[in-house]
Every structure is written in structure tokens, then in C-alpha cells.
């Protein structure tokens, strides 16, 4: 069923985008709405962006009225990534508090994009979909923020010669 | 880029995310709550569509997304207008001797109710789906008996926008009988609607029961389809 399948990718974009406690409400009202809008759904169009694309303006109602949004916590005591994934990086954690750090510094649009991007890991049509942006803005917008970090935090893993 | 990029996945998959909770029955009930204005669309016709375990993953996200709407097994339920129904509905199906030849070739072992006597016809559809028929007698219409394989749990079944389906008890297990003539379209197992196969379907039964979907046809009210499916 629909809500079953999407409401992990759903409450985690939520929470994500700083809804914290409200993240529930936001998931729940998300769907109601993408429900009550079905008609609107052009036929051929991925469900997935449509209603994260949903999700994230709900969740920016949210936050709207707070002046802070719920920062981007790191899971107590996380362990370096146990997926098994040979292209995995193990992040120490001087690594991961500084590039958390450095991603919260960042302009509200490009914290969008980068959370898009990468904490979901959405490719750049679908985040174009989600956020309302052209695709170039996507683009732009993602390695703008890429660069403000690679200008806080370097590189990991320079050493290779000729990188 | 690539680095950095990597490291920031890497970094989002330990980032501190509650559990999602289950919001489906809240969503559901909130549904459930007619909204107060009422679109033209629920006075369209119902489209039934029979769909099957591989043609629901198949599908693309938002057909699916309409599919999953509302669904009892591999039966998806639309509110929306249905296809022309061409003169002759193309499908390929296949007569055969018995229902033990019929759960050879499918699979599907189907026990049509004993109150309707021997059947007149046994088919096999597209290869997938069982359909038996019994003519009209003195005491009952035409009856026919659709099985084919479909996800055993019902979708959104207190959804009720869709004002021709109510919900009835079939032995136990929930069915939906859909009053109305409707459409009644084939998907192929690669997701796509046969337009072709388009037919004006009468009063049905619908139901899920040990992994099959039953779909049990005759011009009778819920009732009594329900007390037939219930034999089965």
C-alpha cells in the first residue's frame, strides 16, 4: 500500500529538513494531501517527488513559526556506516562532527539541496522535482554548496597522487 | 566532488532519524472523513481492473499509486471514467476440460460453490486467470467465477469515496461487492491496460482468500454472492 511503501522516505525527509517532533504530523498531513490531490497527478509523472515535494512544503509550514529549525543530530553513538558497501567510507568522528558542522552553516537553499542530494540521495532530476527548481539550479546549487564545505573541511582522502 | 559527495551519503545514513511511525491508520481514518465539497469524480463510473502480483510491482510509481488506491488482492478499484468498451473483448482464452486441467496450467485450484452445480465452461485467460461459467436456471442468473493470484491483503478497504462498492463479510473474510455495471480491464503482466480487453462487467463480488482473488459475477444482490463466495 501506498503509505506503507513511502512513509520512511517520506518521515525521514521530514525530519531531515528539521521538522523534529512535528515530523509525524508533517508525513501524516503530506499524505492526506497528496490523496486529496490525485486528480492533479499527471498521469506518467513518478509518485516518489511528488510527494516529497509535498512533504517539504509541509514541513516548511512547520518550521516557519519556529525561529530555529531542529538541527541535524547525529545518531548517539553511531557507528561508522554498518552497511556493507565496498565503495563505504568510514567517517571517524572528527571527520563527521566537522563536516555536520560545516553543512549547518550553510545557506537554507543549499542545505536543501545538499539533504536532497545526499543525506537522501535523490538524483538530480527527482531533487528538481522535489525542491521546484530547474534542473540547472540543482546543479549549480550543489556544487556551490560543495565548494563552501570542500572550503571548511578539504577533502578526504587527497593523498593519492593526481587525485 | 565525488569524495565529498560521498562522504555526505555516508554521513546522512548515520544522521539521527526516529523510526518512522506507522501513520497508515491515521491517514486512513482521516481519509475516510468525506471532505465537504464533492468532486465530479465520484460520480464516475467504476473501473475494475484485474491486476496481478507482478503487474502491481511492474508498474510504473504513479500508475501504481492509483492502482494501490484501492485494491483487494489482484483487483485495483478506480473512480474514473472507464475505457470504451470495444464489441468483442479481445483476451486470449483457452477452454479447457476441467477444473484440474485449469490448476495445471495456472497453478490455481480452484472449489467453485457445490450449490451451482457443475459449471458449463472453464477457461483459461491469458494463460493466468481461471474463469468459470455457469448459465442462467430457472432459480439464478448466469454466474461466473474469476480466481487468479493476487496480493492476499486488501488496500484501503475502508475508503469508501467510491459510493457503488460497499464492503461485505465473505465467510470471514472481507469483500467488496460492486453493484453497478462497470468496466472491467485486463493489465498484462508488464503493467500495461489492455484497453482492448474492455467489457461492461455486472453486479460482482470481490474477495481474497488463501492468496487467490475471487471475483464472482451474477446479477444477484450482495447477499447472495456473498453467501455463494462464503462456499467456496
Known amino acids: ?163 | 566532488m565525488a569524495d565529498l559527495g560521498r562522504e555526505l551519503r555516508a554521513l546522512g545514513r548515520q544522521l539521527d532519524v526516529p523510526p518512522a511511525p506507522d501513520v497508515t491508520r491515521a491517514v486512513r481514518a482521516r481519509l475516510a472523513s468525506p471532505p465537504a465539497r464533492r468532486r465530479p469524480v465520484l460520480r464516475y463510473a467504476l473501473v475494475v481492473l484485474l491486476v496481478l502480483l507482478s503487474a502491481v510491482l511492474a508498474v510504473p510509481p504513479v500508475r501504481a499509486a492509483v492502482l494501490d488506491f484501492f485494491r483487494i488482492g489482484g483487483v485495483s478499484v478506480r473512480s474514473e471514467p472507464g475505457p470504451p468498451v470495444p464489441p468483442t473483448p479481445a483476451l486470449s482464452s483457452r477452454p479447457v476440460a476441467d477444473l484440474q486441467e485449469a490448476e495445471r496450467a495456472t497453478g490455481l485450484r480452484v472449489r467453485p460453490p457445490a450449490a451451482l452445480g457443475p459449471p458449463d465452461s472453464v477457461l483459461v485467460v491469458e494463460g493466468r486467470v481461471v474463469s468459470v461459467g455457469w448459465r442462467a436456471s430457472a432459480d439464478r442468473p448466469e454466474v461466473r467465477l474469476d480466481a487468479f493470484d493476487g496480493l492476499p491483503e486488501p488496500i484501503f478497504e475502508k475508503y469508501l469515496r467510491f459510493r457503488d462498492a460497499v464492503e461485505v463479510d465473505v465467510g470471514g473474510v472481507p469483500g467488496w461487492y460492486v453493484g453497478g455495471p462497470h468496466e472491467l480491464v485486463y493489465v498484462d503482466p508488464g503493467g500495461v491496460r489492455r484497453e482492448s480487453s474492455a467489457r461492461l462487467a455486472g453486479p460482482t463480488l470481490i474477495w481474497v482468500r488463501g492468496g487467490t482473488t475471487y471475483r464472482l459475477e451474477a446479477d444477484l444482490p450482495a447477499t447472495r454472492l456473498a453467501a455463494l463466495a462464503a462456499s467456496i
Open chain 1, 1 to 163: 500500500m501506498l503509505v506503507t511503501r513511502y512513509t520512511a522516505v517520506a518521515h525521514r525527509t521530514a525530519v531531515l529538513l528539521g521538522a523534529g517532533a512535528d515530523a509525524e504530523d508533517v508525513v501524516q498531513d503530506s499524505f492526506v494531501k497528496a490523496f486529496g490531490t490525485l486528480h492533479r497527478f499527471r498521469d506518467g509523472a513518478p509518485f516518489r517527488p511528488w510527494l516529497l515535494r509535498i512533504v517539504v512544503n509541509q514541513a516548511k509550514n512547520f518550521t516557519r513559526g519556529r525561529r530555529r529549525r531542529a538541527a541535524l543530530e547525529l545518531r548517539a553513538g553511531a557507528e561508522p556506516d554498518p552497511l556493507p558497501d565496498p565503495e563505504q567510507l568510514a567517517l571517524d568522528e572528527l571527520r563527521r562532527d566537522a563536516l555536520l558542522a560545516a553543512v549547518r552553516t550553510l545557506p537554507d537553499k543549499d542545505q536543501l539541496v545538499v539533504t536532497c542530494r545526499f543525506f537522501l540521495d535523490l538524483g538530480e532530476e527527482e531533487t528538481a522535482r522535489v525542491l521546484g527548481w530547474p534542473r540547472g539550479s540543482v546543479k549549480s546549487r550543489t556544487s556551490r554548496a560543495l565548494g563552501r564545505l570542500r572550503a571548511q573541511v578539504g577533502e578526504l582522502g587527497r593523498e593519492v597522487a593526481g587525485g
